[in-house]
């Protein structure tokens, strides 16, 4: 093997890693989540906390970064910025499309099972998938027809088969509203923001959410912390949110939009096995197989390559906020 296969091969790799350890703080959410309602935490205060921290980090990450930039471009050039109207539509974005999906998703945490959650969350792509059909953007193929039908069926399994505590519909219809939710944000993204950096963007998302939060709590006098929720609010914002945001961009960049797509699929079984060790949850087998069916679709859309989404802009990938 000669230095130049050898030196790609060691790039792959490490995008690979990089990936999976993205897949895996994305993972812990939900078992952070769960810590933090334990500790006291309400959905609102732990969102506000959680965005604000992120963002902070990730504006600094963006200052950090525009100024290695202009260093290694020359002193006489300063950094591309985003126009006003491309920054305004990522606030929108976080403050709106993103805000609810997280909203949906941690309040679904409180009422069913992190691994429930988890795999009813990741129905996200066969939506998406939907989504870009109707939009026009998608093609409908033998194969990808399949790929949905599998995403169906194991959304169904995992719902008709029960569990330890039996199926709360308020905290189901929560997780899939979160899915139904993500996807319209992924759909929305890929219309409105084509050319602005991925963690750029992530700061926007996470500053729009932030303000979202920030206002719900104080209308609704919601911005209560305990002193034991600030350990899982911190984990939650930096091993779940900054870190696995890039992680995520940087294994990206090594291999591709597709097949770091493939290897989040890790992050719901992370949740699970986690959820089977802590907390004693467990999935019936009809549960196993229709998450197995669920994380399989997902695949399975991402091998055959979507024309449109597939090779969307890095800021764009699906899992770059969750």
Known sequence: MGSGAASEAQRRSAGIALCLL????????????KQAYGAGLGVTALLAARFVLAACVLW?????????????????????????QAALAC???????????AGLFFSALERIDA??????????????FCGAVVLGREHVTPAKALALALASAGAALVLLGGGTRGLEATGVLLA???????????L????????????????FVATGAAATFLLAGAIGAGLRFTADGWLWIVAI???STVLPIVTFMLGMQRVGAST???VSTFEPVVTVALAVALYAETLGPLQGLGGALVLGAVVALQLRGAHALAPAPAALAPESLR
Do not use: C, K, W
């Open 22 to 33: 993205s897949a895996v703080g994305f993972g812990l959410m939900a078992i952070f989540a």
């Open 260 to 262: 770091a797509s493939i």
């Open 237 to 239: 914002a930096t091993l």
């Open 176 to 186: 899939l509203g979160a899915g139904f939710m993500y996807a319209i944000y992924i």
């Open 60 to 84: 600094a990450i963006v200052a950090l970064r525009a100024r290695a930039g202009a260093r290694r471009a020359g002193a006489g050039r300063t950094p591309s910025h985003p126009s006003r």
């Open 115 to 128: 691994s429930l959650t988890s795999l009813l969350l990741y129905t996200y792509p066969a939506l998406v």
């Open 188 to 203: 929305v993204a890929e219309g409105v923001v084509r050319r602005i950096d991925p963690i750029l963007l992530a700061a």
């Open 91 to 101: 606030l929108g974005l976080g403050a709106i499309g993103y805000a609810a999906q």
